[in-house]
């Protein structure tokens, strides 16, 4: 029994305390003590029966918190009686779980916290490792989390959107620590798409392959970062890319178009081309026009600036970005690669030197100083040339 | 002995080799990043790196202002300012030790391939508890 399947039983075993009567935080956490002591004992002595023994050593981990608790003596008594068996299916539960998890009125923070937890069945430990904070820390976090849904059943239908958000989210914190994220992500997508045919959840779930193909391309020697066009497309994971295709394809038959399907439709564009030079621009813009029609993004219309900047020359490009807000992220790093492109390299420089400065990550900050360098470059150059040096 | 090093963007004497980074060549700020890898890697094998993390320029001065009101934002940094470009904690035997890790640290490559100079600031970390054997 490996770690990865053990988890794929806990969002089961949590319906299991639920259905038999425990509150969603009780069960919670009697099912995270019973995970952390599998763990550590099923190496060497690995039961027969792992679902069986989860919910045996996780119901007697929430009976004894609840008898040594006195405020819930009265729950106790009630849980004496034979509890009766819930019409749910597990799968049921677990799609329950998700929306649970991810419910709206947790900072979504907290939400990838509690998902991660309950339904990918991580320890806690290793959350705090993922998100590099102390355990303690996320301890706080996680209970923190469930006591602002506490009272929220298990039966009231949940907001899909809510949850592809936080699996989102998961994704994109990507790799630290011991855990791989953005795997986990993959994982959960996959989970929760067999659970329920929303084409949105085939869209992420396709998205989520398509960029994770890509991961091996994506960066270079200490963290650098690679941009798309120079990325060695020979390590991209084709299986990845031909099943993520496969369920994108599959989604958009059912024409109903999200946010996600058209993301993982210009990934797929992406993916599509076996060089930069044979990128299908023109089709990448029509699903940026999509994109921007279903979200009405600032951070959609700059990206799509990108790609109008490479369908239709420089100019369009920038002419596409005159509605961008400049004090959004990036929007500096966008500008500087357009008006390099435009011919303008005094300025760009300018301006990768000025992005590098609001970068949002090291990588990308030291990635733009590179590029604020090597245009600045090409000037000196071409002015020893001018000079005849 | 934990020490703190950190590195300014402002605030700190100028650098001896002060050029801004994107008037360097890519490859030149290639060799600079990779040394500060390199260094960072090498402690943490020898067991005298603890963490180092990157901030961004922007911040500001932040104080209480009375009951009731919301605290007073001084900021962004005004040019005059001291800011701090990112931090690293080690680890290591003496204040000697730490000095020499920092001399190297600010040794890395800059404009032309020389070495920055940069001036690094090294703070004692105070032990969290009264020595038991005084």
């Not at chain 2, 963490?51 to 005059?80: H, I, K, S």
């Not at chain 2, 290591?92 to 070495?115: C, F, N, T």
Request: charged share 25%.
């Amino acid at each position: 029994m490996n770690e990865l399947l053990l988890r794929e039983l806990v969002p089961a075993v949590i319906g299991v305390l639920v259905r038999r009567g425990a509150d969603f935080a009780s069960a919670e956490d009697a099912v995270q003590d019973a995970l952390v002591r599998a763990l550590e004992a099923w190496p060497e002595d690995p039961p027969r029966d792992p679902k069986a023994w989860l919910v045996s050593v996780a119901w007697h981990r929430f009976l004894d918190a609840a008898r040594s608790d006195a405020s819930r003596r009265k729950r106790e008594l009630a849980l004496e009686v034979e509890p009766p068996v819930g019409p749910a299916s597990a799968t049921d539960d677990t799609l329950r779980l998700y929306f649970l998890c991810a419910h709206p009125s947790l900072p979504q923070a907290s939400a990838v916290a509690l998902t991660l937890r309950a339904v990918g069945g991580l320890t806690t430990r290793q959350i705090a490792a993922a998100y590099l904070v102390p355990e303690a820390t996320m301890a706080q976090r996680i209970s923190r989390a469930k006591r602002r849904i506490a009272g929220t059943t298990l039966d009231q239908p949940g907001d899909l959107g809510t949850v592809l958000r936080v699996l989102y989210l998961v994704f994109n914190e990507g790799y630290s620590g011991s855990v791989d994220l953005a795997a986990e992500a993959i994982r959960l997508a996959r989970q929760l798409a067999a659970l329920t045919d929303a084409p949105e959840v085939a869209g992420l779930l396709a998205l989520m392959l398509l960029h994770h193909a890509r991961r091996a391309s994506r960066t270079g020697a200490g963290g650098r970062l690679v941009p798309l066009a120079e990325q060695d497309r020979s390590l991209w994971d084709t299986n990845l890319i031909a099943e993520g295709v496969a369920i994108l394809q599959a989604a958009l038959t059912r024409d109903r178009l999200g946010e996600y399907q058209a993301q993982a439709a210009i990934a797929a564009l992406h993916a599509d081309a076996r060089s930069a030079a044979e990128t299908d621009w023109v089709q990448i813009v029509e699903w940026y026009d999509e994109l921007l029609a279903l979200t009405g993004s600032p951070v959609v219309r700059l990206n799509r600036a990108v790609a109008v900047g490479e369908a239709d020359g420089a100019q369009a490009g920038l002419a596409a970005l005159a509605g961008v807000g400049p004090e959004l992220a990036r929007y500096n790093a966008v500008l500087a690669h357009l008006t390099e492109r435009a011919g303008d390299l005094e300025r760009a420089a300018d301006l990768y030197a000025e992005a590098s400065r609001t970068a949002v990550s090291v990588p990308e900050r030291d990635h733009l100083t590179r590029e604020a360098a090597r245009v600045r470059q090409a000037l000196v150059r071409g002015a020893r040339g001018a000079r005849g040096e | 002995m934990k020490y703190l090093l950190l590195k300014h963007y402002r605030g700190a004497p100028a650098a001896v080799n002060d050029v801004p980074m994107d008037r360097w060549t890519p490859e030149e700020v290639d060799a600079h990043m990779q040394y500060m890898y390199d260094f960072a890697a090498r402690l943490e094998r020898g067991g005298e790196y603890v963490d180092g993390q990157a901030l961004a320029p922007e911040g500001a001065f932040v104080r209480y202002d009375g009951e009731g009101r919301p605290p007073v934002v001084d900021g962004p940094f005004a040019e005059t300012k001291d800011l701090i470009a990112g931090w690293m904690i080690i680890d290591v035997e003496s204040w000697e030790r730490a000095v020499e890790l920092a001399g190297e640290l600010s040794a890395a490559p800059g404009a032309g391939g020389r070495p920055i100079h940069e001036w690094l600031e090294v703070r004692p970390f105070l032990a969290d508890a009264p020595s038991a054997t005084e």
